[in-house]
């Protein structure tokens, strides 16, 4: 395969309906087909990894083409990790049409999976089903499909947030500083484009922040991002003073890194990676 070859996948169910007059007679340019396009990875949480299929559909007839359902099992390492349908896709008549089926993979419904794939960098899968289709004027057909190949094993990135340092504590704001450092557990590199965070001292408002970035984080290094935010008092009031005069506050910080990551590993476009810290710093 080339290099976007991982997933341009060339599965094509063929409509053949041996004997089938009224078939060829109405599908006399070619048959409709279903081809299994790709799949793209559209992003992690600390729950699921969401998968989003792809699908051409090629109606080269005068009739239009329904498909009441497609049903898919996404099986990874020999274990099914996923199953589902999608249901009521029409493509009109001498037309090309991509359907999109998104799915999400549960990290505890893989855990097995990634336990037995330690030291190993990649991972057999394979994605099946059926395709239901209803023609006008012949009826409701259903055509399995099967595709299988391998993947770069996806691991989430270690992120340690250091000592969250307060700078200066005043009536008006409290200025803290931390370093953020990510380290790349995956075998391929990534780039961070983008960082949102939010952090939250007390029963404050949180201060969301969003920063653009182009930190590129090769396989088993760690980069190391300073992070540095107001948090504003300046509507407390007297309150201010009080809360800057406890000893200990508690805060949550919240995050996500946006990446992007290159073709050749087989995951291409961008993707979320989450991190939490939670904690309490000194004022005094």
């Not at 089903?129 to 691991?155: A, C, D, N, Q, W």
């Not at 990135?157 to 557990?185: C, H, W, Y």
């Not at 201060?207 to 540095?228: C, G, K, L, Y």
């Amino acid at each position: 395969m080339g290099k976007k070859g991982l997933f341009l996948l060339s599965v094509v169910i063929g409509f053949s309906i041996g004997g089938c007059q009224i078939f060829q007679s109405l599908f006399k340019k070619a048959q409709p087909t279903v081809t299994f396009y790709k799949l793209k990875l559209d992003s992690v949480n600390i729950n699921n990894i969401h998968f989003r299929a792809y699908y051409k559909v090629s109606n080269p007839a005068q009739l239009s083409l329904k498909i009441p359902e497609l049903t898919y099992q996404f099986i990874a390492d020999g274990v099914k990790v996923a199953d589902g349908k999608m249901e009521k896709v029409r493509v009109r008549p001498d037309t090309m049409s991509i359907i999109q089926v998104p799915f999400a993979v549960p990290w505890k419904s893989i855990y097995k999976v990634i336990r037995n794939l330690e030291g190993r960098d990649s991972f057999s899968y394979d994605i099946e089903g059926t395709v239901k289709v209803l023609v006008e004027k012949i009826g409701e057909l259903t055509f399995p499909y099967s595709h299988s190949g391998r993947l770069p094993l996806l691991k989430l990135p270690k992120v340690n947030v250091g000592d969250i340092q307060v700078v200066s504590a005043t009536i008006e704001n409290i200025r803290v500083r931390t370093t953020l450092k990510v380290t790349n557990t995956n075998a391929f590199t990534f780039t961070i484009k983008r960082l949102k965070y939010a952090f939250q001292i007390g029963y404050l408002m949180p201060v969301e922040v969003f920063v653009r970035t182009n930190i590129e984080v090769s396989s088993d290094e760690t980069e190391e991002i300073p992070v540095e935010l107001d948090v504003d008092l300046g509507e407390l009031g007297e309150a201010a003073l009080s809360l800057i005069n406890q000893r200990n506050l508690r805060y949550v910080f919240t995050g996500t890194f946006i990446v992007e990551v290159p073709d050749f590993a087989g995951y291409s476009g961008t993707l979320r990676f989450p991190f939490s810290d939670e904690g309490s710093i000194r004022l005094r």
